[in-house]
């Protein structure tokens, strides 16, 4: 039935679905994982990187963190040449509204305007809605730390705790099981670990396939800080999720 409905973005089907937003949230799912968890004092992302060959450079950028201004952040999970566009997009949004209203955008109001723009690759002909996924994370002075999460039909929520790409059905339960609303960020970053190492399809977790970034206060400014290799790979030994490296 579906496929006389899904040769354009713009049909309804007669159950009243958009098949090809719904298949971009399906390419979702096969990409790596990102998990993001609102604490008391800060917020933690997590995402998985999937490393496809050993002959691979890996990139000295980041793949799944990306900082938007000095206090919103975002994990990704799906095409990655789609994200890019909308994180420029998004951190020209931003400047805009710090030049011409001399404070930081408020987090909300800067998810909100991306995700008009993703809706509006819903509802025109010869277009294809973006095929990505993000969790936001960051703090404004009228509701302090927030987690929101858009998906490629456009719409958003706000979220203590969420998983996106792979497994993320998985994540979720998880999260819903062991989340506690007094958590604080060192407490959020184990769970993390806890649920990739669950939910990712690797067997042992390291510090290559894994990236990690928090949103915090640090002397009454906000702070984005990307989690070092060495700082992960001790943190991932102290929780006991990987062995340590063998002494040479």
């Known amino acids: ?11 309804f089907s007669p159950e009243g679905r958009l098949y090809q937003v719904e298949y971009a949230m399906e390419a979702i799912g096969n990409a790596g994982s990102a998990i993001g968890i609102l604490s008391k004092d800060g917020v933690v992302l997590v995402g998985e990187k999937k490393v496809t060959s050993k002959l691979l450079q890996t990139s000295t950028s980041s793949e799944k963190m990306y900082k938007i201004d000095d206090h919103v952040a ?3 999970a799906g095409i990655m040449s789609d994200a890019n566009i909308l994180i420029n997009t998004a951190r020209v949004q931003a400047q805009r509204y710090t030049f011409a209203y001399q404070e930081p955008m408020p987090v ?8 008009d723009t993703k ?31 858009s998906d490629p039909s456009g719409n958003y929520g706000g979220w203590k705790a969420a998983a996106i790409g792979a497994n993320n059905q998985a994540a979720q339960s998880i999260l819903k099981q062991d989340y ?6 060192e407490e959020a970053v184990q769970l993390a670990l806890k649920v990739l190492s669950k939910t990712m399809d690797s067997t042992s977790l390291t510090s290559e396939k894994l990236e990690l970034a928090e949103v915090f206060l640090s002397n ?6 990307a989690c070092s290799p060495e700082t992960l790979n001790a943190m991932l030994v102290r929780s006991g999720l ?6 040479e």
């Open 1 to 11: 039935m579906s496929r006389r409905y899904d040769s354009r973005t713009t049909i």
């Open 74 to 76: 975002c994990a990704v």
């Open 108 to 115: 909300e109001q800067l998810v909100q305007s991306l995700c």
């Open 119 to 149: 809706q509006g690759y819903t509802q025109f002909g010869g277009l294809r809605p973006f095929g990505v996924s993000f969790l936001f994370a960051g703090w404004d002075k009228n509701y302090g730390f927030q987690l929101y999460m």
């Open 180 to 185: 506690k609303d007094d958590i604080t960020r």
């Open 220 to 225: 009454g400014k906000v702070k984005y800080q």
């Open 242 to 247: 990987t062995q340590p490296a063998a002494e």
